[in-house]
C-alpha cells in the first residue's frame, strides 16, 4: 500500500530530478533574451552604420544566428533526453557472451563490454560515458551525438554572448576599477538586495557574469569530450588510462557521430546511422587499467 509520505518523496525526487533542466532552460533563454535587446536597442554600431540600411541588416543577421544556435541547443537537449542509451529493449542473450561481459545483480542480466551500471537511472547503459547532472540522463552510445552538439552550440552561443556583453562590462567599468563596479560584477545579487543598483543594471550584470562563467565551464566540457571521442575513450576509460578501442581518429569520430559524422553536427535533423549496436566493440589494446 502506497503511503502518502511516499507520495510525497516520489513527487520531490521527480522535481530534484526535473529542477536542473528547468534552470537550463531558464538560463538559456534568459540569456537569449538579453542578447536580442542588446542587438535590437543597445548594439554598439558606428553612427554611420545606424544612419544607413545596413543597420537594419546587421541587426537581422546577428539574431538570424543567435537563434540558429539556441535552435540547435534546444533540439539536440530534446533528442539527448528522448533517446535512452539503456540496454531496456535491446536483446543481449544468445551466444555473444565473451570477454568483457559482466553479470548486472540489479538489471539481473549479463551486460557486454563497455556497458555500466547507473544509480542514478537505475538501469545498465550501453558504451556509458556519465551520468549527467544537468540532463538528469546517461551520456551513452545511442544520444553521444546530441550531447556533444548540445555542448557545441552552448559554446558557440556563450561566446557569442560574452562578446555582445562586453559592452556591459565597458559600461559598468566605465568610470574605473572601483568597490562599487567590482561588486557589481562578482556579487551583483548583494549590491540588488542592499539597494546599491537597479534590478535593470542587477539583471545585465548577472546575465553577464553567467556567460562568462558558463562559457568556462561548457569550454572544459566540450575540449574534454572531443578528446575522448578522438581518442575512442569514454570517461570511464579515461579515468584508468585504457584506450583499448582506438580505430585511429577519423574511425573514432564516426563511431560517435555516424557514418555523416562531417555534417550532422550542423543540424539533428541530418540523419546519421551508427556504424555499431553498441554491444560489439573492436578490441585493439590492453583490456587491463594502466592505473
Not at 502506497?2 to 540569456?31: D, Q, Y
Not at 544566428?65 to 535552435?71: D, P
Not at 539503456?86 to 561481459?101: E, N, P, T, Y
Not at 562563467?213 to 569514454?234: D, E, K, N, P, Y
Amino acid at each position: 500500500m502506497v503511503t502518502f509520505g511516499s507520495k510525497i518523496w516520489c513527487r520531490a525526487e521527480k522535481l530534484c530530478r526535473h529542477m536542473p533542466i528547468v534552470l537550463n532552460t531558464v538560463l538559456v533563454f534568459s540569456i537569449t533574451a538579453e542578447v536580442s535587446y542588446l542587438v535590437l536597442v543597445e548594439a554598439p554600431l558606428e553612427q554611420a552604420l545606424k544612419k544607413s540600411e545596413w543597420s537594419s541588416t546587421w541587426k537581422t543577421l546577428h539574431l538570424l544566428a543567435q537563434y540558429f544556435m539556441l535552435g540547435n541547443i534546444t533540439w539536440n537537449a530534446w533528442l539527448f533526453l528522448k533517446t535512452s542509451p539503456s540496454i531496456r529493449g535491446v536483446f543481449l542473450g544468445g551466444d555473444i557472451v565473451g570477454q568483457g561481459w559482466r553479470y548486472c545483480y540489479t538489471c539481473e542480466t549479463h551486460t557486454p563490454p563497455r556497458c555500466s551500471h547507473c544509480y542514478d537511472c537505475n538501469v545498465c547503459v550501453l558504451r556509458r560515458d556519465h551520468h549527467c547532472v544537468f540532463f538528469g540522463q546517461c551520456v551513452g552510445f545511442q544520444n553521444y551525438r546530441f550531447f556533444l552538439s548540445c555542448l557545441l552550440f552552448m559554446w558557440s552561443g556563450l561566446l557569442y554572448a560574452v562578446v555582445m556583453n562586453a559592452e556591459v562590462f565597458i559600461v559598468i567599468l566605465k568610470e574605473g576599477v572601483t568597490f562599487h563596479s567590482v561588486m557589481l560584477l562578482m556579487v551583483p545579487w548583494i549590491m540588488l538586495v542592499t539597494g546599491q543598483v537597479t534590478a535593470q543594471a542587477f539583471a545585465f550584470a548577472f546575465i553577464a557574469d553567467t556567460c562568462v562563467i558558463g562559457f568556462l565551464l561548457v569550454s572544459a566540457f566540450l575540449f574534454f569530450h572531443v578528446g575522448l571521442m578522438v581518442r575512442g575513450q569514454t570517461t570511464r576509460e579515461w579515468y584508468s588510462s585504457r584506450q583499448p578501442y582506438s580505430l585511429g581518429m577519423l574511425a573514432n569520430i564516426r563511431e560517435c557521430l555516424g557514418e555523416h559524422w562531417f555534417i550532422c553536427w550542423i543540424c539533428p535533423l541530418i540523419p546519421s546511422a551508427l556504424p555499431g549496436d553498441g554491444i560489439n566493440f573492436k578490441v585493439t589494446g590492453s583490456l587491463e587499467p594502466v592505473r
